[in-house]
């Protein structure tokens, strides 16, 4: 399996103050856990390019473009929602991290990798088509996947979600969008307390009680993921990878471990396999816990590799 690693140097520019969760330490411990384990000598590396104001249109308002790019400071923190702050770079962050879903998407639908992980901050599944929330400025996955229906013409998209808040921005995106289906797990009651009630035939919501473990999830993927992927049948499938309902993460309340999110990858992995030729496009979303996440997400790459 050739499995495709997108950055941006950029992505270790963005901050929002010097305490805050999500900080570009999230993406040296990765890297710093996969060289460690021998995996990134096995990866495919690239540099994300920037994602086009195009790109970006087609998921979000051009107005919320413009005024995120007029907002972008030359120095010091503007803060865009009660979660949410730009720095100097955080502008440059953002684009590079939607053109890694971009990138990843090319590679591919081209058959240049067999599947992508994008291991770039800030995170985007919680940003709307015209609001930032919860650390997230552009929704990253929703570029992509726009990518892939506009560029390539396929006619379903199947998004997983495991990060333990609600993917309630890629919900907004594509709720009325009979191409898209996006699964997703997520701690009940909590942040953004959204998508509990919000389940139809193409959005697969499944609340989960603080404290689930890993054989709850694995009830929710097997009997309320599967059947409805099995009848959607994706040409392509993104992850929106958070690591944040690890048991060891201090924002969330969940009791995941590593032999999780192998099981889970595995699930997506067999997914993509019978129904989209294997493409899968992973990006990272949650996960603030440094040696849990790096520990999670170098499993979620390694079970990736593996034919």
Avoid at 63 to 83: C, E, M, N, T, W
Avoid at 135 to 156: E, P
Avoid at 187 to 192: D, E, I, K, R
Wanted: glycine fraction near 6%.
């Amino acid at each position: 399996m050739t499995t495709a690693f997108i950055t941006h140097p950029d992505t270790l520019l963005h901050i929002m103050d010097g305490n805050h969760p999500e900080s570009p330490a999230r993406i040296t411990a990765i890297k710093n856990a996969l060289i460690k384990q021998g995996i990134y000598q096995h990866l495919a590396v690239y540099e994300a390019p920037a994602a086009t104001g195009a790109q970006l249109a087609r998921v979000h308002h051009s107005d919320y473009i413009q005024h995120i790019r007029a907002l972008s400071p030359k120095a010091g923190l503007v803060r865009l929602d009660a979660d949410t702050a730009m720095g100097p770079m955080s502008l440059s962050a953002t684009l590079h991290a939607s053109g890694a879903a971009v990138l990843a998407t090319d590679l591919v639908m081209q058959g240049k990798a067999d599947n992508a992980f994008c291991c770039v901050r800030p995170p985007g599944h919680h940003a709307g088509r015209a609001n930032s929330a919860g650390f997230c400025i552009f929704n990253h996955i929703a570029v992509g996947v726009a990518h892939a229906l506009a560029q390539y013409k396929v006619q379903r998209v199947a998004i997983i979600d495991f990060d333990v808040h609600h993917g309630d921005g890629t919900e907004d995106i594509f709720k009325s969008n009979p191409q898209v289906m996006l699964c997703s797990t997520f701690q009940h009651p909590f942040y953004p307390h959204r998508g509990f009630d919000t389940r139809t035939a193409t959005m697969i919501n499944v609340p989960l009680a603080a404290n689930a473990e890993g054989k709850q999830y694995q009830q929710a993927f097997n009997q309320e993921f599967l059947p409805a992927l099995n009848q959607f049948k994706p040409e392509i499938i993104y992850v929106s990878a958070g690591f944040d309902a690890h048991i060891d993460d201090p924002l969330a309340g969940m009791q995941l471990v590593n032999q999780d999110y192998a099981w889970i990858t595995s699930f997506i992995k067999q997914v993509a396999k019978q129904h989209a030729q294997g493409r899968t496009v992973s990006l990272l979303e949650g996960g603030y816990h440094l040696p849990a996440l790096a520990q999670a997400a170098s499993t979620h790459i390694s079970v990736m590799m593996q034919t």
